[in-house]
């Protein structure tokens, strides 16, 4: 799988908006681009995901870069709840593997 | 929603003990994955199966072995545990290879 790269932490006030970024300028034309996050002592729980155009469900929000060579997941509010590792992949079309996840990033909530 | 069960949350063993993981998923998923997750190699996929008594390795299957013997139901085995295996142990499923992944809550085993 192509590589993501992700900032390692970040922080935000609690009832504002998060920006997620990450970097994939390796993804090919088949990747998909998902994010995952883990709460703590949690397993990780799907967040999202998308290929070309902006997506939107009850989670939050992905933004993709006209080039895919980024994308911004968003939280259009934080709550304390949504401090959590968040990790960003990539998944070929059709891929049947396991997932890889890196570090990810770090998101702190302040009250 | 999916639910994910694993059979414990915190686990302690002896180094030579058989140990036995159980996953249960109650969405007739055909695909069933194990994990290890430890600090500063993020997840790392163990053994996965996509039918009953199918197992496919993953990344890091030495000293592990996997049985499908029901649909709902995938077990980690350590047949002989060892203190390099103290680790957090995940287990997901999915509709399909590609779909998205539900993951259990985790077992945290240690080995003494």
């Known amino acids: 799988d192509a590589k993501t790269t992700q900032p390692n932490s970040m922080e935000s006030n609690e009832e504002e908006p998060v920006h997620l970024p990450c970097n994939h300028s390796?993804?090919?034309?088949?990747?998909?681009i998902h994010w995952y996050r883990q709460l703590p002592s949690q397993g990780p729980e799907y967040v999202i995901h998308?290929?070309?155009s902006n997506v939107n469900n009850r989670m939050a929000s992905l933004a993709i870069a006209e080039d895919r060579k980024s994308s911004t997941l968003i939280l259009h509010r934080a709550t304390l709840r949504d401090a959590a590792v968040y990790y960003c992949?990539?998944?070929?079309?059709?891929?049947?593997?396991?997932?890889?996840f890196g570090k990810g990033t770090h998101l702190i909530i302040q009250p | 929603d999916v639910k994910v069960t694993q059979s414990s949350r915190y686990l302690v063993k002896r180094t030579g003990e058989k140990v036995f993981l159980e996953c249960v998923q109650d969405?007739?998923?055909?695909?069933m994955f194990w994990y290890r997750q430890d600090p500063g190699l993020g997840l790392r996929l163990i053994y996965f199966?996509?039918?009953?008594?199918?197992?496919e390795k993953g990344d890091i299957p030495e000293g592990y072995s996997v049985s499908r013997e029901k649909k709902e139901r995938f077990s980690l085995i350590l047949e002989s545990a060892s203190t390099n295996q103290t680790s957090m142990y995940l287990c997901?499923?999915?509709?399909?290879?590609?779909?998205?992944?539900?993951f259990g809550p985790g077992t945290r085993l240690t080995v003494l």
């Open positions: 998308g290929l070309t």
């Open positions: 390796t993804i090919s034309g088949t990747d998909y």
């Open positions: 199966s996509y039918d009953v008594k199918m197992k």
């Open positions: 992949i990539l998944r070929a079309r059709g891929g049947a593997d396991g997932l890889t």
């Open positions: 969405m007739d998923h055909e695909n």
């Open positions: 997901a499923s999915s509709l399909t290879p590609a779909d998205t992944q539900y």
